[in-house]
């Protein structure tokens, strides 16, 4: 079973300060003020504000990835307990982002050192410049390889975000099962 | 009050999440809303400090398509078309636009000054270490912009020294107002007219050393070279959003025109360079101007909590006892946010002071010094968490945990750079001494008087 990451809306303030944190985490080279950045934050999770509830939604880490599963190119892997696009390999059709019952994908210009890839092969104009940016899928990706887990968790302010391992759902679930039977039970002495 | 001047600092509306992160960091309550809804700003209240600015993290997405676009945005914000980072909902008004069009018009003569604050994080825009220390290649920069005279406030800080020094003097030896509160922080200046006016004769009457600066260049510094004071073009590069405010008080004018015509931060300054292609990161190392680029380690200092404090007593020890102090580095002074109290053996005086840092913690001691029972004769108020380093114009850090090391990092950098400078004391400058020797005859005196002391409005 994946791990996956997820938000409490009850706690969350909203403040993007996870979306800032998984922009930021992402990057090839360390940026430590705004004023370096020179491209637009990507985040792979994104804040959503309704009158009823705020919170941060990004990839559940599907176990029968619908992502992966429409994926003309295989360009979407199963990687330990994550689900992982490979960049490289994507062609931006879209089929994953309107495959995530979740909308956790998102399409975004391919950057290299904060400059956008250029698509290689499509003409855009008469003069033959390659001019098109190369977008690609975009999904949260559990910061894999950042020491300290992922960065939203580490950034919130409210401590909204909880990291849920099989083995804390396996204990949940136990747990739950517990109370149900114990509940069950008193309901029939009950009677 | 100009119609710039009241909303210096913003919240922009369609950006706010309401998380009211910034209403916490607020040391004035200045910010109302509804959580989830949009803030707005009490501009009465708001001291412009711009903490708000630097802590707010809701930014415009390029998914977010039913927002204003990002080109209209920038306009309403003063900032120029060149600039590329993310822009947050809290924010303040930028004046590049004013200033770049002062550099390319050739009828006008430009100065510039640099807060002691702006070297020592300037770089971090440019991808160096939190905190790095470029005064060289931040004077070579400005050069490179077109400025004639690259001058520095850390002159006027030593200067801010001999007069507020010479004033706390007088204060204690002839029965005056006491304590006595320091005048360079322009939001703390903005809170005792608004929150306490009746004890506004317990500030400095000193001018903070932005603006004896700016008096300055239209005086002397235009006498120097020879320039009509009305074609000199005064510009002040800050770490502070209040400074913009500062600049536009009615009565800051004592060179006969507006002192200082514009201010930018430290951020705006490095979009500046970014603007006109400058390679920051290898310039050379660059001096300063003279005589109003000279600067001791004392002026140095007031970039971080407690430094005005420790260059006063550096300079008032030695004119009081008419004896070098034992050891220039005053530790009891130095720190973070809160509330130090000293005594210092000056001679036969006990000379009891109080720093505060964080607007926030003011309050309590206003009320003692209300009461008649403070104890202390003079006290040093910065409105940010750790002085102007970490002002509200400083580059914004990304990270809550890369804040702290980004405010421990530039204050060290400015202690370092203090204890690297030849001379550590104000009343050892020699262009300071030599501003008095030809212009300004002595401290306090008449010129002195009508060039770098200041009254304050009541604002309630």
């Not at chain 1, 992922?150 to 849920?164: K, L, T």
């Not at chain 2, 040391?27 to 809303?33: C, E, F, L, R």
């Not at chain 2, 200033?99 to 018009?105: M, N």
Request: hydrophobic share 35%; proline share 6%.
């Amino acid at each position: 079973m994946n791990t996956f990451v997820v938000a409490n809306p009850h706690k969350c303030i909203g403040c993007k300060a996870c979306e800032i944190a998984c922009a930021v985490a992402h990057l090839d080279n360390s940026v430590a003020t705004a004023g370096a950045l020179e491209a637009p934050f990507l985040p792979r999770l994104n804040l959503v504000r309704t009158p009823m509830v705020t919170m941060p939604i990004q990839c559940r880490q599907c176990d029968d990835a619908p992502c992966a599963n429409v994926c003309p190119v295989n360009a979407i892997t199963h990687q330990e307990d994550k689900i992982i696009v490979n960049t490289d390999k994507c062609i931006g059709c879209k089929t994953c982002m309107i495959a995530c019952p979740l909308g956790a994908m998102d399409m975004v210009p391919e950057l290299e050192n904060c400059q956008p890839v250029y698509q290689e092969g499509l003409q855009l104009n008469i003069e033959g410049q390659p001019v098109k940016e190369k977008i690609v899928a975009h999904k949260c990706d559990l910061c894999v390889g950042r020491e300290g887990g992922p960065a939203c968790v580490e950034v919130c302010p409210a401590s909204a975000f909880v990291i849920v391992k099989p083995a804390d759902m396996k204990k949940a679930i136990k747990n739950r099962r517990a109370a149900s039977a114990a509940e069950v039970a008193c309901i029939k002495k009950a009677n | 009050m100009s119609a710039t001047v009241v909303g210096i600092v913003q919240i922009d509306k369609e950006l706010c999440t309401g998380c009211r992160r910034c209403a916490e960091v607020c040391p004035v309550d200045a910010i109302k809303g509804e959580k989830g809804e949009p803030q707005t700003i009490d501009t009465e209240k708001c001291c412009y400090c711009g903490q708000c600015v630097q802590v707010c993290s809701a930014y415009a997405s390029i998914f977010d398509e039913e927002i204003a676009p990002r080109e209209q945005k920038i306009a309403e914000r003063g900032l120029l078309d060149s600039v590329k980072e993310p822009l947050f909902a809290a924010y303040n008004i930028g004046h590049n636009r004013e200033v770049k069009k002062g550099l390319a018009d050739a009828s006008l003569f430009k100065m510039v000054q640099c807060a002691p604050a702006v070297r020592v994080a300037i770089a971090e825009e440019f991808g160096l270490k939190l905190g790095s220390l470029t005064p060289g290649k931040m004077a070579a920069a400005l050069r490179r912009l077109g400025f004639d005279r690259v001058y520095d406030t850390n002159f006027t800080a030593d200067l801010t020294i001999m007069e507020e020094g010479s004033e706390l003097i007088e204060r204690v030896t002839q029965n005056g107002t006491l304590p006595m509160f320091t005048s360079c922080c322009p939001a703390w200046v903005k809170y005792v007219e608004q929150e306490y006016p009746e004890l506004i004769p317990h500030l400095s009457s000193c001018k903070s050393p932005q603006q004896m600066a700016g008096a300055l260049f239209k005086t002397y510094g235009a006498k120097i070279d020879n320039v009509e004071p009305a074609k000199v073009f005064s510009v002040s590069v800050m770490p502070c959003t209040c400074k913009k405010f500062e600049c536009d008080r009615p009565e800051l004018t004592d060179s006969g025109f507006k002192d200082v015509d514009y201010v930018i931060t430290t951020r705006e300054l490095a979009q500046l360079i970014k603007d006109a292609g400058i390679d920051f990161k290898n310039l050379p190392e660059e001096d300063f101007d003279k005589p109003l680029g000279t600067y001791t380690g004392a002026g140095t200092i007031f970039g971080v909590t407690g430094g005005v404090m420790e260059a006063a007593l550096r300079t008032g020890y030695e004119l009081i006892t008419k004896e070098a102090i034992p050891d220039v580095k005053l530790d009891f002074v130095r720190g973070g946010e809160g509330v130090r109290k000293a005594t210092v053996k000056v001679g036969d005086l006990d000379l009891r002071v109080a720093v505060v840092s964080g607007l926030k913690n003011v309050r309590p001691l206003m009320e003692q010094v209300k009461a008649g029972t403070a104890d202390f004769h003079f006290m040093e108020v910065m409105t940010c968490p750790v002085g102007c380093v970490s002002g509200g114009g400083q580059p914004k850090v990304l990270l809550p945990k890369l804040k702290e090391t980004a405010y421990k990092n530039r204050a060290c950098s400015t202690y370092t750079h203090d204890d690297n400078l030849p001379l550590r004391k104000s009343h050892d400058n020699p262009d300071v001494q030599k501003l008095y020797d030809e212009f300004l005859v002595k401290p306090l005196g008449h010129e002195s008087h009508h060039l770098l002391h200041t009254t304050y409005t009541p604002r309630r």
